[in-house]
């Protein structure tokens, strides 16, 4: 079907979108109103280029009173968190600090352990890679070790109803667990603190 287009006067505004009426002359339709939006103009950057950062090694820090210069930020739940281990039943474990609550915690036998006695990671030469199960790449950031045989624990994060928690990640049981809530959230699917590529 060939429709004749008309749309002389009929350019309206609003809220800064501009809206175009066109009126088909029909016998069994009254005016057809179309809506043409037109996407924003996209600009091409050049590609990121990585490159090797000088400084900012990674290091662990015994908090205190204060949250040290250089806490590296892991998550967030209304706030920023930041990436904690403390000792617990045998084990070094990875988990997060929230600063609101002054207290970090900790993923450990299906539950969240509150610890008052912990360190922060500092530094900020590394990244977050997706990775899941136990694939684990060979330049994952150690972060501790667990009660059984001493095996490393490494940092995962994953976004867990609405907000992205910091865990351990431990290859025996190929899973990341998330401290939230009470419980020990075990996902799958997860992000890995890696130390750039040497």
């Known amino acids: 079907m060939l429709v004749e287009l008309d749309c002389s006067d009929k350019v309206s505004y609003h809220n800064q979108i501009g809206y175009i009426k066109f009126n088909s002359p029909s ?22 280029v990585r490159k090797r950062i000088n400084g900012g090694e990674l290091h662990w820090t015994r908090m205190d009173t204060r949250l040290p210069h250089d806490a590296l930020i892991g998550g967030f739940e209304n706030e920023p968190t930041y990436i904690a281990r403390s000792r617990h039943n045998g084990s070094l474990c990875p988990g997060r600090y929230v600063p609101s609550k002054r207290a970090a915690f900790i993923p450990w036998g299906f539950h969240e352990h509150q610890k008052q006695n912990f360190e922060i990671l500092c530094g900020f030469n590394a990244q977050w890679v997706h990775t899941k199960e136990d694939d684990i790449p060979q330049n994952a950031f150690i ?56």
């Open 27 to 48: 016998t069994r339709f009254s005016n057809i109103t179309w809506l043409v939006e037109v996407p924003p103009v996209l600009y091409t950057s050049p590609p990121i």
């Open 143 to 198: 972060a501790g070790y667990s009660e059984v045989r001493r095996e490393p624990l490494y940092i995962g994060r994953a976004m867990h109803l609405g907000h992205l928690l910091t865990g351990k990640v431990h290859t025996l049981y190929k899973s990341c667990y998330l401290p939230f809530d009470g419980n020990e959230i075990a996902v799958t699917s997860y992000e890995i603190l890696v130390l750039p590529d040497v």
